[in-house]
């Protein structure tokens, strides 16, 4: 397809009754099929002209975040550290009964939720079970409810997995089985003088924000009570944006959640639900986009100016995860401290309680400024251990979190042992209330209504993630339609707009499916296996224990160095400029991105420095020998240096034309904070040209007001002159109404060089072979049935039936020795559910630019000469 153009829209519904209209201007969906539209037999969706996906648990949840650096209900909350705020976050944990909110909230279709405790996907790959969570909330006071081993609840290791998924820590009844429910509006709300709403109270009386419940003194007046009432409440009014409640109104679930947890706490200081809030708690409703937490340096949502330093511009927020493939993405990389956004030598950083290797950073993935040490010594063991589980791990039905020991060969703990123990930890603590996970499938079309469908106008090869969904990578880079309702073009709907598509800014799902779009990654994930990850940018890559250099001064690896991965590029790969991507510019990326702590980077945050051998061999150290490293390291957006560096593009081109035409020595460059250090032959490639603009790191720049949105992936902004932008309409793609994207006809990956490459005959399992016959068959006589007849017929022949050419024979041997799916072998161990050799290939157009062709799926009836790539 030569076109993706999307169409954003006010949400999920408004993104269905287009898809159903009787003349849909999209074809692909992004979200999962809304509340009360049907997908059972007999449904529009199960009838001519559309396809519905198979069901999956989404790679995500939803939960109730609150801003730790802030004061809630006249509470520090210390980072997530002080009792009074844990008090107030175990309080507002019961007031929820996530159970009945899965299975009954009008904006979760019947069936598809998943009530949640831990905050991991419960299909997180990586295999860790919960933790026994029934101690979380044992105060030992008199007359003080225990949770116990009731139906439902989670006394024992691994409860929370498999069909017991979670919803009951915290909470000892069924919600309206007890106390007064006139007042409230959703069954999932604790009565008032239930046993949960009455713990709830004695909470908030433990953290200090009233003195007793019905004119008595002390947290067990609460426990007795008819009305859970607080009286002698001291607790300031809560109506500023730093300490307000924002709720998301562009999710009918999230929305009840805040609408109904707001009217609940306000009942608790008040007296009466409000709606939506009351003075003890202001309620800001709105989209994600205009979400503040995500941005800690700008204004929030009745902010009058912006903040010279960190904003506390929210108190709680319905937010929504959806991340990583493995338990760290969350455990790890969300909520560890060395994520937060630092500043100077405050107490975000420097000596504070957040980690000292916080940047400063307009995009942190911790916005929740969760930091602390406790939490971090677990959630740094289990990113950073040698081994993924060992003997005296908790197994599943254990009523301990604590392993016996569960330790590695090397005396460390394993990352399932510590995994529990952040698990629980982060439960006591509750650092946030994870709610619900959804169940979900996407409708889309098979063809334009009303049909009738064939084989010639249908759409095939859309990707069912088991994670992410229809809306995923391999879906815009694979489907296919012969005759689609727009000319070659992938009609994409969002349900939302981007934020940003700035790679040091993007943060939120619809800011990546752009970003990914446009910038490749070394290795990608097989998006039908959540454990095969492949080369992609990368030719191969090597595991070194030890390493050696012998030129431009580098002798070793960089400091704190446990492993190197040693990778090297696919010689074909340019930018979409026509640049080539070299090693220089993969440097830059990780440099520029973990130093700048962008969202999109922190997955490599175990770097310890980038050694570039050439141009196109490169070694990344890194500190850790975890689990989870290699798939982590190699997933972050590789841009060009060219547009980014401070030291300007010209500067950049001269150091890289340099060292493209003769060899320059090696050189490694490492980060303090977001400097970059540079060792060995420096002169050649300076840490200066390293450095990215700053300016470029604000949450205000727009790559593609600028012509930078220019990556090597298979998508482009803009073509020609205006390459890099004019790729969306509205006043920028921060908040962009629509998207067109131009497929890049020269892509190292698409169906053309495919064709060409099995053309070739190249492998890495018979390399020398075609190598050596093309240059045999170099300018002899044509003759097609002679033993030069392939080479001089087919995709790799510009001429097809012309002798064997320079362009021919460098068409072999771009390809030496290339293993196009590695470390997998197409012919003999293909990954999981990719077909085998040869494919069918679709949308291939010759190198003369004449009319499109397709392929020959058999090789058995080709006209001589030909163009296919299988004669």
């Known amino acids: 397809m030569s076109t993706e153009q999307v169409s954003i829209f006010g949400g999920a519904n408004a993104e269905y009754a287009n898809?159903?209209?009787?003349?849909?201007?999209?074809?692909?969906?992004?979200?999962?099929?809304?509340?009360?539209?049907?997908?059972?037999?007999?449904?529009?969706?199960?009838?001519?002209?559309?396809?519905?996906?198979?069901?999956?648990?989404?790679?995500?949840?939803?939960?109730?975040?609150?801003?730790?650096?802030?004061?809630?209900?006249?509470?520090?909350?210390?980072?997530?550290?002080?009792?009074?705020?844990?008090?107030?976050?175990?309080?507002?944990?019961?007031?929820?009964?996530?159970?009945?909110?899965?299975?009954?909230?009008?904006?979760?279709s019947v069936g598809t939720g998943i009530p949640m405790d831990n905050p991991v996907p419960t299909n997180a790959g990586g295999g860790l079970l919960s933790p026994d969570s029934c101690a979380y909330d044992n105060r030992n006071i008199p007359g003080w409810f225990n949770q116990t081993n009731v139906a439902g609840s989670l006394c024992s290791v691994g409860a929370g997995n498999g069909s017991n998924i979670g919803g009951s820590s915290y909470h000892f009844a069924t919600a309206g089985s007890s106390g007064n429910c006139a007042g409230v509006s959703f069954a999932w709300q604790q009565c008032p003088g239930s046993p949960d709403l009455n713990e709830a109270a004695a909470h908030f009386v433990l953290a200090g924000v009233a003195t007793g419940c019905d004119g008595g003194t002390g947290a067990s007046s609460c426990l007795t009570s008819a009305d859970s009432k607080l009286s002698g409440v001291i607790a300031p009014t809560c109506s500023t944006p730093s300490c307000s409640f924002f709720v998301r109104n562009d999710d009918r679930a999230r929305l009840d959640l805040g609408t109904g947890l707001a009217a609940t706490i306000c009942y608790l200081l008040t007296g009466t639900y409000g709606t939506p809030g009351c003075a003890a708690l202001g309620v800001t409703q709105g989209s994600v986009t205009t979400f503040p937490g995500f941005n800690p340096f700008a204004c929030g949502p009745g902010v009058p100016t912006c903040c010279t330093s960190i904003c506390a511009s929210w108190g709680m927020y319905t937010a929504a995860y959806q991340g990583f493939t493995f338990y760290d993405g969350s455990l790890y990389f969300t909520y560890n401290s060395a994520f937060v956004s630092g500043i100077g030598s405050n107490q975000i950083s420097g000596g504070g309680p957040c980690s000292n290797s916080a940047v400063p950073t307009q995009s942190?993935?911790?916005?929740?400024?969760?930091?602390?040490?406790?939490?971090?010594?677990?959630?740094?063991?289990?990113?950073?251990?040698?081994?993924?589980?060992?003997?005296?791990?908790?197994?599943?039905?254990?009523?301990?979190?604590?392993?016996?020991?569960?330790?590695?060969?090397?005396?460390?703990?394993?990352?399932?042992?510590?995994?529990?123990?952040?698990?629980?930890?982060?439960?006591?603590?509750?650092?946030?209330?994870?709610?619900?996970?959804?169940?979900?499938?996407?409708?889309?079309?098979?063809?334009?209504?009303?049909?009738?469908?064939?084989?010639?106008?249908?759409?095939?090869?859309?990707?069912?993630?088991?994670?992410?969904?229809?809306?995923?990578?391999?879906?815009?880079?694979?489907?296919?339609?012969?005759?689609?309702?727009?000319?070659?073009?992938?009609?994409?709907?969002?349900?939302?707009?981007?934020?940003?598509?700035?790679?040091?800014?993007?943060?939120?799902?619809?800011?990546?499916?752009i970003e990914g779009n446009i910038y490749d990654s070394l290795q990608v994930k097989n998006p039908l296996s959540t454990t095969q990850f492949f080369n992609w940018m990368t030719a191969n890559t090597q595991t070194l224990t030890s390493v050696s250099y012998n030129s431009g001064g580098v002798t070793s690896a960089p400091p704190g160095t446990l492993v190197t991965y040693r990778f090297v590029l696919r010689p074909d790969l340019t930018f979409q400029d026509g640049r080539p991507v070299t090693s220089y510019d993969v440097a830059f990326s990780y440099l520029s991105e973990v130093g700048a702590g962008a969202f999109l980077g922190i997955s490599a945050?175990?770097?310890?420095?980038?050694?570039?051998?050439?141009?196109?061999?490169?070694?990344?150290?890194?500190?850790?020998?975890?689990?989870?490293?290699?798939?982590?390291?190699?997933?972050?957006?590789?841009?060009?240096?060219?547009?980014?560096?401070?030291?300007?593009?010209?500067?950049?081109?001269?150091?890289?034309?340099?060292?493209?035409?003769?060899?320059?020595?090696?050189?490694?460059?490492?980060?303090?904070?977001?400097?970059?250090?540079?060792?060995?032959?420096?002169?050649?490639?300076?840490?200066?040209?390293?450095?990215?603009?700053?300016?470029?790191?604000?949450?205000?720049?727009?790559?593609?007001?600028?012509?930078?949105?220019?990556?090597?992936?298979?998508?482009?902004?803009?073509?020609?002159?205006?390459?890099?932008?004019?790729?969306?309409?509205?006043?920028?793609?921060?908040?962009?109404?629509?998207?067109?994207?131009?497929?890049?006809?020269?892509?190292?990956?698409?169906?053309?060089?495919?064709?060409?490459?099995?053309?070739?005959?190249?492998?890495?399992?018979?390399?020398?072979?075609?190598?050596?016959?093309?240059?045999?068959?170099?300018?002899?006589?044509?003759?097609?049935?002679?033993?030069?007849?392939?080479?001089?017929?087919?995709?790799?022949?510009?001429?097809?039936?012309?002798?064997?050419?320079?362009?021919?024979?460098?068409?072999?041997?771009?390809?030496?020795?290339?293993?196009?799916?590695?470390?997998?072998?197409?012919?003999?161990?293909?990954?999981?559910?990719?077909?085998?050799?040869?494919?069918?290939?679709y949308g291939l157009v010759p190198f003369d630019g004449s009319t499109s062709y397709m392929p020959n799926p058999g090789g058995t009836s080709c006209t001589v000469p030909n163009t296919y790539y299988d004669c």
């Open 19 to 108: 898809l159903l209209s009787p003349n849909p201007t999209i074809d692909l969906t992004d979200s999962p099929v809304p509340v009360g539209i049907p997908t059972g037999i007999g449904s529009q969706l199960q009838g001519p002209g559309y396809y519905l996906t198979s069901t999956i648990p989404a790679l995500g949840y939803n939960e109730i975040q609150f801003d730790l650096m802030s004061t809630l209900f006249g509470c520090n909350m210390q980072f997530g550290s002080s009792p009074c705020g844990v008090n107030i976050r175990q309080g507002i944990a019961h007031m929820i009964d996530k159970s009945i909110f899965a299975s009954s909230d009008p904006g979760i």
């Open 364 to 513: 942190p993935a911790n916005y929740m400024f969760l930091c602390n040490s406790i939490y971090d010594t677990y959630s740094n063991q289990l990113e950073f251990s040698p081994c993924l589980s060992a003997t005296g791990d908790p197994l599943a039905g254990a009523t301990s979190n604590t392993p016996s020991p569960g330790i590695c060969s090397t005396g460390q703990l394993s990352s399932h042992s510590a995994g529990v123990l952040a698990e629980a930890q982060f439960g006591q603590n509750v650092y946030t209330i994870p709610i619900f996970q959804r169940r979900v499938q996407f409708g889309y079309l098979q063809c334009q209504p009303p049909g009738p469908c064939s084989a010639s106008n249908s759409w095939g090869r859309a990707i069912n993630d088991p994670g992410l969904g229809l809306p995923n990578y391999f879906t815009w880079l694979n489907a296919f339609n012969p005759g689609p309702a727009a000319t070659s073009a992938i009609r994409q709907g969002f349900d939302e707009t981007t934020k940003s598509v700035n790679p040091y800014i993007a943060s939120t799902l619809w800011d990546t499916f």
């Open 605 to 841: 945050s175990m770097m310890t420095g980038v050694t570039i051998l050439n141009p196109i061999v490169f070694d990344i150290g890194v500190n850790s020998t975890g689990p989870f490293v290699l798939p982590n390291l190699t997933s972050i957006p590789i841009v060009p240096g060219h547009y980014w560096t401070n030291a300007g593009p010209s500067s950049w081109d001269s150091a890289i034309n340099a060292c493209v035409s003769q060899s320059c020595q090696d050189v490694q460059y490492t980060l303090s904070g977001s400097t970059v250090n540079c060792k060995g032959a420096c002169t050649n490639f300076p840490s200066s040209l390293m450095t990215i603009n700053p300016s470029d790191l604000s949450a205000t720049f727009d790559p593609s007001k600028t012509s930078m949105l220019i990556g090597s992936g298979p998508w482009q902004c803009g073509t020609g002159t205006s390459l890099g932008a004019n790729c969306y309409t509205g006043t920028g793609a921060n908040g962009a109404s629509s998207y067109t994207l131009t497929a890049y006809t020269n892509y190292f990956r698409s169906s053309e060089r495919l064709a060409i490459y099995l053309w070739s005959g190249e492998s890495d399992i018979n390399a020398i072979g075609p190598a050596t016959a093309v240059g045999a068959c170099f300018n002899v006589a044509v003759n097609l049935a002679g033993p030069c007849g392939h080479y001089q017929q087919g995709i790799g022949n510009p001429g097809s039936g012309s002798p064997v050419s320079v362009t021919t024979v460098g068409n072999v041997d771009i390809f030496f020795d290339l293993n196009w799916v590695s470390p997998f072998e197409w012919t003999t161990s293909p990954p999981t559910s990719v077909a085998p050799l040869n494919p069918v290939l």
